[in-house]
């Protein structure tokens, strides 16, 4: 699992950010398609984490046992 780009996001975030007191703002179609699309999978990122998260819960709340190891000189 990679996570999602947020190219467009990020343009249209900074857009809306220079457009402050300027007025109006053009948005075209495609700008709109590539901010929906990233949102998109930004929400399929998110659930799928969620998902993971709560398999790691279950198995942990199954085990009872939690192991830490330490790496190196720092905890």
Not at 24 to 50: C, F, P, S
Not at 51 to 70: G, P, W, Y
Request: aromatic letters at 6%; zero cysteines; hydrophobic letters at 35%.
């Amino acid at each position: 699992m990679r996570p999602p780009n947020t190219h467009w996001i990020r343009k249209f975030n900074e857009r809306a950010k220079s457009a402050i007191g300027s007025g109006k703002q053009h948005i075209d179609n495609e700008e709109i398609r590539g901010v929906t699309h990233e949102l998109l999978d930004v929400l399929a990122y998110v659930i799928d984490l969620e998902n993971k998260i709560n398999e790691m819960q279950n198995k942990i709340d199954e085990s009872q046992i939690i192991t830490v190891e330490l790496s190196g000189e720092n905890f």
